[in-house]
């Protein structure tokens, strides 16, 4: 338990290889011939063990003395299963399967066999792993690569041997490398889980084609994304637009944007080609990490250095210029042609130390967060003596490096420099640039990373169950497509400001109607079956009396059922026209996507919306910063200020709609598809006109309980398990689940441990927690981990008498769920001044009480032999207390939920 469960794969002692006898080539399958001299070309730091199953001799008994944590099987399909029993029987907990075009009937087998044997199985369809560091080459994909701090997690076979390749002659080298192909049993996501732990890992790069578990994906991506830099390349990109949509949400937005908002949230960067996977991986080799968006560009031709200032503009990043006082000071040691102006032009008669100042002076520059430097060609430069100067620099720069040598066969040396100095080199600007706004991007997605919103914000406690009422009934009578009396609703069940909308029946009514609510009014149909009301031209606005009121319902009525005669129509809505003089239409949808579920969107609105294709979008659920950040991706946002004229929006009111329809979201799984469009914003607020909303019945929830955000990728911050406590002895604590936002407080809670105590929980004597470790332990995703924090509020008087209060968390309780799905693995702490106060036990029942809720059955632990009074407490709460086999420092505690 001290390790993760799948070291056994990634960092085995001993492996048995099931892939038949090379004396017997004509035998072999395709992948075993590439294994054998794949495996036998380094000295692997373990030890092989080769087994052929149909010529094993000896007992079952002999067989048992045979030892080995991992197999590697390269055998014809029929003796997939044999071999993976018999694996089991060795003692492997992790195999491999190299193979390729099993189908999904087959694998399943495969996954049957290894579940009985207790086998973690990576394939079929795989073409294995690659393990340098321990000089490990289980696989079919090419020579064993260098080693680095770089992981490689591909989806295809064929892009990891040619990525392999190309690394090989880019000095880029790999912690790890994991092929992984359909229908396998271990998919990305549990690859990611042990990666985001690896300590060789630094960065990951990632091809994926297809995902299996959104939630799963969701929560392995943000942990690794939170400890280290991730990359993905994805292909497949569906084309956008569903014949099929019954909103414009669904209209105008594909598959492919929702998979760009889910890595936003989860932390990752996504590049769209393999050149730029390239140039990220060169600068993850480099191990850069997140940094700002201003790039101060250091050039020696001011062509180059303009390409690259505008591909700056272009993909918005910022252009880094020196300060004044930096550039007063560097302009009298450059060329008398040198600019400093916005890019650092330093003339063609540039030296290397030309180049070596200017990259100190940006050093020193607050201001700049990353150098690019561009050297073109110059007869009597050498470029080779250019990168050295780089290479020097770079030792005390502190922030990314990235270079780009023009030409090919008279910077050729240089290059070499800068690749044995591990310094990123590119061949054009545009690409250098790009790769710097990779990095970039890492910093402004950690940001979305760290938020972790409620399901519903501190406003007005919306009507949930009167929602509900109006869903079921829907459904009841068999319908999807919500009216727009019915939309308007549930808009207003959750306070979303909507337009008096009232139902008419006959022209009478409808002229009585807009009698009482005074002109201008609108008139529009209503029907279940009629989509978009423009299109069967169900929609007239800006009528100022009765007779037109009258004249134009008949009219409507009548162009209706010749324009769609099946459409079942409940009458016309009748509202007051809404104020649109100065105010902007913008709409806020939803759509559903598979896998990633449902997907908040917002743009520009009216009834040109699938033409304008104004979207950007976010993973519910949003909080007042996401709700902002959501608004400024929109195109529509460059018109919210003071605009030709007009008054700037009332901000706060457009981000108070979206916190509301997030909760829509959150609190009713029912919803598949939504458009509020057009919304109508100005300074005084914001005012729905119209909804259409689709529903279905909702998932199946796994404990049956309507807390439980099945159908949401990401789970939102879990308050309902916040509680008010007394302290024994005087005072109170309160006892909460943990957020990113408690970092500190955590670390100072170990911080203030004793060397005892600190031993006893992380069995080291760390003082500190890592920040890698600190920041997996406060943003988990309340779904496979939880961890609840007490809390004590402190009060201290300053020098002038002044009181301020301070939260202090004074103990933690941790659970993880265990690959078997159905027990976890607990953690308990709690601060050396507080012991016996009664935190300890009463942390211990709530972590219970959420695992209970979860449907784990059992709770396990591992306690020091030395440490009496945690035994002595995990006794006192009714668990058992025995030996641990693998360690006799340890007792193994357990419990029954």
Same mark, same amino acid.
């Given at each position: 338990?001290d390790?993760?469960?799948?070291? $056994?794969l990634f960092?085995?002692?001993?492996?048995?290889?099931?892939?038949?006898?090379?004396?017997?080539?004509?035998?072999?399958?395709?992948?075993?011939?590439?294994?054998?001299?794949?495996?036998?070309?380094?000295?692997?730091?373990?030890t092989?063990?080769?087994?052929?199953?149909?010529?094993?001799?000896?007992?079952?008994?002999?067989?048992?003395?045979?030892?080995?944590d991992?197999?590697?099987?390269?055998l014809p399909?029929?003796?997939?299963?044999?071999?993976?029993?018999?694996?089991?029987?060795v003692?492997?907990?992790?195999?491999?399967?190299?193979?390729?075009?099993?189908?999904?009937?087959?694998?399943?087998?495969?996954?049957k066999?290894?579940?009985?044997?207790?086998?973690?199985?990576?394939?079929?369809?795989c073409?294995?792993?690659?393990?340098?560091?321990?000089?490990?080459?289980a696989?079919?994909?090419? $020579?064993?690569?260098?080693?680095?701090?770089?992981?490689?997690?591909?989806?295809?076979?064929?892009?990891?041997?040619?990525?392999?390749?190309?690394?090989?002659?880019?000095?880029?080298?790999?912690?790890?490398?994991?092929?992984?192909?359909?229908?396998?049993?271990?998919?990305?996501?549990d690859v990611?889980?042990?990666?985001?732990?690896?300590?060789?890992?630094?960065?990951i790069?990632?091809?994926?084609?297809?995902?299996?578990?959104?939630?799963?994906?969701m929560?392995?991506?943000?942990?690794?994304?939170?400890?280290?830099?991730?990359?993905?390349?994805?292909?497949?990109?569906?084309?956008?637009?569903?014949?099929?949509?019954?909103?414009h949400?669904?209209?105008?937005?594909?598959?492919?944007?929702?998979?760009?908002?889910?890595?936003?949230?989860?932390?990752?960067?996504?590049?769209?080609?393999?050149?730029?996977?390239?140039?990220?991986?060169?600068?993850?080799?480099?191990?850069?990490?997140?940094?700002?968006?201003r790039?101060?560009?250091?050039?020696?031709?001011?062509?180059?250095?303009?390409?690259?200032?505008?591909?700056?503009?272009?993909?918005?990043?910022?252009?880094?210029?020196?300060?004044?006082?930096?550039?007063?000071?560097?302009?009298?040691?450059?060329?008398?042609?040198?600019?400093?102006?916005?890019?650092?032009?330093?003339?063609?008669?540039?030296?290397?130390?030309?180049?070596?100042?200017?990259?100190?002076?940006?050093?020193?520059?607050?201001?700049?967060?990353?150098?690019?430097?561009?050297?073109?060609?110059?007869?009597?430069v050498?470029?080779?003596?250019?990168?050295?100067?780089?290479?020097?620099?770079n030792?005390?720069?502190?922030?990314?490096?990235?270079?780009?040598?023009m030409?090919?066969?008279s910077?050729?040396?240089?290059?070499?420099?800068?690749k044995?100095?591990?310094?990123?080199?590119?061949?054009?600007?545009?690409?250098?640039?790009?790769?710097?706004?990779?990095?970039?991007?890492?910093?402004q997605?950690?940001l979305?990373?760290?938020?972790?919103p409620?399901?519903?914000?501190?406003?007005?406690q919306?009507?949930?169950?009167?929602?509900?009422l109006?869903?079921?009934?829907?459904?009841?009578?068999?319908?999807?497509?919500?009216t727009?009396?019915?939309?308007?609703?549930?808009?207003?069940?959750?306070?979303i400001?909507?337009?008096?909308?009232?139902?008419a029946?006959?022209?009478?009514?409808?002229?009585?109607?807009?009698?009482?609510?005074?002109?201008?009014?609108?008139?529009?149909?209503?029907? $279940?079956?009629?989509?978009?009301?423009?299109?069967v031209?169900?929609v007239v606005?800006?009528?100022?009396?009765?007779?037109?009121?009258?004249?134009?319902?008949?009219?409507m009525?009548?162009?209706?059922?010749?324009?769609?005669?099946?459409?079942?129509?409940?009458?016309?809505t009748?509202?007051?026209?809404?104020?649109?003089?100065?105010?902007?239409?913008?709409y806020?949808?939803?759509?559903?996507?598979?896998?990633?579920?449902?997907?908040?969107?917002?743009?520009?609105?009216?009834?040109?919306?699938?033409?304008?294709?104004?979207?950007?979008?976010?993973?519910?659920?949003?909080?007042?910063?996401?709700?902002r950040?959501?608004?400024?991706?929109?195109?529509v946002?460059e018109?919210?200020?003071?605009?030709?004229?007009?008054?700037a929006?009332?901000?706060?009111?457009?981000?108070?709609?979206?916190l509301?329809?997030?909760?829509?979201?959150?609190?009713?799984?029912?919803?598949?598809?939504?458009?509020?469009n057009?919304?109508?914003v100005?300074?005084?607020?914001?005012v729905?006109?119209?909804?259409?909303?689709?529903?279905?019945?909702?998932?199946?929830?796994?404990?049956?309980?309507?807390?439980n955000?099945?159908?949401?990728?990401?789970?939102?911050?879990?308050?309902?398990?916040?509680?008010?406590?007394?302290?024994?002895?005087?005072?109170?604590?309160?006892?909460?689940?943990?957020?990113?936002?408690?970092?500190?407080?955590?670390?100072?809670?170990?911080?203030?441990?004793?060397?005892?105590?600190?031993?006893?929980?992380?069995a080291?004597?760390?003082?500190?927690?890592?920040?890698?470790?600190?920041?997996?332990?406060?943003?988990?995703?309340?779904?496979?981990?939880m961890?609840l924090?007490?809390?004590v509020k402190?009060?201290?008087?300053?020098?002038e008498?002044?009181?301020?209060?301070?939260?202090?968390?004074?103990?933690?309780?941790?659970?993880?769920?265990?690959p078997?799905?159905?027990?976890?693995?607990?953690?308990?702490?709690?601060?050396?001044d507080?012991?016996?106060?009664?935190?300890?036990?009463?942390?211990?029942?709530?972590?219970m009480?959420?695992?209970?809720?979860?449907?784990?059955?059992?709770?396990?632990?591992?306690?020091?032999?030395?440490?009496?009074?945690?035994?002595?407490?995990?006794?006192?709460?009714?668990?058992s207390?025995?030996?641990?086999?693998?360690?006799?420092?340890?007792?193994?505690?357990?419990?029954?939920?």
């Open positions: 338990m390790k993760h469960y799948l070291t $056994p960092d085995p002692r001993s492996v048995a290889i099931f892939a038949g006898s090379p004396d017997h080539p004509e035998s072999l399958t395709p992948q075993a011939v590439l294994l054998h001299p794949a495996l036998r070309a380094q000295r692997y730091t373990g092989y063990r080769f087994i052929d199953i149909r010529e094993t001799s000896g007992t079952l008994a002999d067989l048992a003395q045979v030892r080995a991992l197999a590697v099987i390269a399909l029929a003796d997939v299963g044999p071999a993976i029993e018999l694996a089991g029987r003692g492997c907990k992790a195999a491999m399967v190299l193979s390729n075009g099993v189908t999904a009937e087959q694998a399943e087998e495969m996954k066999v290894a579940r009985e044997a207790g086998i973690y199985l990576l394939g079929p369809n073409a294995g792993i690659q393990r340098p560091p321990s000089l490990l080459n696989s079919i994909s090419g $020579p064993l690569a260098g080693k680095g701090s770089l992981a490689l997690v591909s989806q295809s076979g064929a892009l990891t041997a040619s990525m392999l390749d190309w690394a090989a002659n880019n000095a880029v080298g790999f912690s790890s490398v994991v092929s992984i192909g359909p229908h396998t049993d271990m998919d990305i996501a990611l889980d042990f990666l985001a732990a690896d300590r060789q890992t630094h960065s790069i990632i091809y994926v084609e297809g995902i299996q578990n959104a939630r799963r994906f929560s392995s991506l943000r942990s690794a994304a939170t400890a280290k830099p991730v990359v993905i390349l994805k292909a497949g990109r569906k084309p956008e637009g569903n014949q099929a949509a019954q909103t949400s669904s209209a105008i937005v594909g598959s492919d944007d929702v998979f760009d908002a889910a890595l936003r949230r989860a932390g990752a960067v996504r590049v769209k080609s393999f050149v730029q996977l390239f140039s990220a991986a060169k600068c993850l080799a480099s191990r850069y990490r997140p940094v700002g968006k790039l101060a560009v250091i050039t020696n031709g001011g062509g180059p250095g303009v390409l690259a200032a505008d591909w700056v503009n272009e993909i918005s990043l910022q252009l880094g210029r020196l300060s004044p006082e930096l550039a007063e000071g560097l302009k009298p040691q450059l060329p008398e042609l040198a600019s400093l102006t916005d890019l650092i032009d330093l003339s063609i008669d540039a030296t290397p130390e030309h180049f070596r100042l200017a990259v100190a002076a940006a050093a020193k520059d607050k201001h700049i967060d990353g150098v690019l430097a561009i050297f073109s060609p110059r007869a009597g050498d470029s080779a003596e250019v990168a050295k100067a780089l290479a020097e620099a030792r005390s720069l502190g922030k990314p490096l990235l270079t780009c040598w030409g090919d066969a910077v050729s040396g240089g290059r070499a420099v800068l044995e100095a591990s310094i990123p080199t590119f061949r054009t600007p545009e690409a250098a640039v790009g790769a710097f706004g990779n990095i970039a991007n890492f910093a997605n950690q979305l990373l760290q938020q972790t409620p399901p519903l914000s501190a406003l007005a919306p009507d949930i169950e009167g929602a509900r109006v869903i079921e009934s829907v459904l009841t009578e068999r319908r999807k497509v919500l727009e009396m019915e939309s308007k609703t549930l808009l207003s069940a959750f306070h400001p909507v337009t008096e909308t009232i139902l029946r006959s022209a009478s009514e409808a002229m009585m109607i807009a009698m009482q609510l005074g002109f201008p009014v609108a008139l529009k149909i209503d029907s $279940p079956d009629i989509s978009h009301k423009s299109d031209q169900g606005l800006n009528l100022m009396n009765g007779t037109a009121v009258r004249d134009n319902f008949n009219d009525i009548e162009r209706v059922k010749r324009l769609q005669p099946d459409a079942r129509i409940n009458g016309v009748v509202q007051k026209m809404a104020r649109t003089r100065r105010g902007r239409e913008i806020i949808g939803m759509v559903t996507d598979e896998p990633f579920g449902p997907v908040i969107v917002f743009g520009a609105g009216g009834t040109m919306i699938e033409l304008i294709n104004d979207r950007a979008m976010e993973l519910p659920p949003l909080n007042q910063f996401l709700a950040r959501l608004i400024d991706r929109s195109r946002a018109t919210l200020g003071e605009w030709r004229g007009a008054h929006v009332n901000m706060e009111a457009l981000e108070q709609l979206l509301r329809v997030s909760e829509m979201v959150c609190e009713l799984p029912q919803l598949r598809e939504m458009d509020i057009p919304i109508i100005d300074e005084h607020g914001a729905s006109v119209d909804a259409r909303i689709v529903i279905d019945n909702a998932p199946q929830a796994v404990s049956g309980r309507h807390s955000y099945n159908h949401l990728a990401i789970l939102p911050y879990p308050a309902r398990y916040e509680q008010l406590l007394p302290m024994r002895g005087g005072g109170e604590y309160t006892i909460r689940p943990i957020h990113p936002d408690d970092a500190q407080m955590l670390q100072a809670l170990v911080q203030g441990l004793s060397s005892e105590s600190r031993y006893f929980r992380f080291s004597a760390m003082n500190e927690l890592p920040a890698p470790m600190l920041a997996r332990f406060t943003l988990i995703d309340y779904d496979r981990e961890a924090v007490a809390v402190e009060r201290h008087a300053n020098d008498g002044e009181i301020t209060e301070t939260e202090r968390i004074i103990g933690v309780s941790r659970y993880i769920t265990n078997d799905q159905t027990s976890c693995e607990f953690s308990l702490l709690v601060a050396d507080l012991a016996g106060k009664g935190i300890g036990s009463r942390l211990m029942e709530a972590i009480d959420v695992a209970r809720e979860k449907g784990l059955h059992e709770i396990i632990g591992l306690v020091l032999t030395n440490n009496s009074s945690m035994l002595k407490l995990m006794r006192s709460l009714g668990f207390v025995k030996a641990y086999p693998d360690d006799p420092d340890f007792r193994l505690v357990t419990h029954i939920l």
